[in-house]
């Protein structure tokens, strides 16, 4: 049964309509064998990464990087490669600036949209105003959207760096609503991570559906890695679908 009252529909980005985790750790694998590192095979070096990242990304905000990140993503890329080479006893940070630029191309060219994505694109575009809130650095998220094509069908796109703040803050889905002319009531959330797309987005009182795929596990998460679960006592979402087509029952 179709859902009523819907105004406006919002799109998460990566790992919503792109299998970005799957680009990040195949371009990983393809950076570190075409550079290798001596003594340290691919895999290994893959797992360094992911353990300084584990750090790293934590740290990110309280170490003083966030507002360079906002803007590009090249310095804190750069310092996560430093940081792994530092890890096998390496300092040689031209070889991080090198590793990190082959990352970085590799990962832009084997970006790629769920096969789904453009058909319910279209189709939704035809029933209401759509709208895309991306968490990242202005101009990694910028462009992943042009390389995409996506941006015809979107009507606001707030990007975290652009914007100077992203999910889960209640500001970002306040200006969503405004551009596209919605209520909160009328809103939908469609996004793969609970924290910040599914319950950040029911705390603003708007309906959210919560995407969930196998391959939804983030290289910093290791070969043990698992899809986000939701934290017990948490509020359910709305919906819960494993391909964007699901949505057409809904919407």
């Not at 919605?182 to 809103?187: L, T």
């Not at 959210?208 to 596990?217: C, E, Q, T, Y």
Request: proline share 6%; glycine share 8%; aromatic share 8%.
């Amino acid at each position: 049964m179709k859902w009523p009252g819907v105004q406006a529909v919002v799109f998460d980005l990566d790992d919503t309509l792109c299998a970005y985790w799957d680009a990040c750790k195949s371009a990983l694998r393809e950076t570190f064998t075409r550079i290798p590192i001596e003594d340290h095979e691919p895999k290994r070096m893959m797992q360094h990464w992911a353990a300084s990242f584990q750090v790293f990304g934590r740290d990110l905000k309280a170490g003083g990087w966030y507002e360079t990140y906002l803007k590009t993503g090249e310095p804190t890329r750069t310092e996560q490669m430093r940081l792994t080479l530092e890890r096998v006893g390496i300092e040689d940070l031209a070889l991080a600036k090198r590793l990190s630029a082959t990352y970085a191309e590799l990962r832009n060219n084997d970006l790629r949209l769920f096969d789904d994505a453009l058909e319910i694109l279209t189709e939704l575009k035809a029933k209401y105003p759509l709208g895309m809130i991306t968490n990242g650095p202005a101009d990694i998220q910028r462009q992943e959207v042009t390389t995409l094509g996506l941006e015809p069908y979107f009507q606001s796109i707030l990007i975290e760096g652009e914007q100077g703040l992203g999910k889960p803050h209640e500001e970002v889905f306040r200006t969503s609503e405004r551009d596209l002319g919605a209520s909160a009531e009328g809103m939908v959330m469609v996004g793969n991570s609970y924290k910040h797309d599914i319950k950040a987005s029911m705390a603003a009182g708007w309906r959210a559906i919560w995407i969930r795929r196998p391959s939804d596990v983030p290289p910093s998460a290791g070969e043990d890695g698992k899809p986000e679960e939701k934290p017990a006592g948490d509020p359910d979402p709305h919906a819960i679908i494993h391909r964007l087509s699901e949505l057409k029952s809904l919407l």
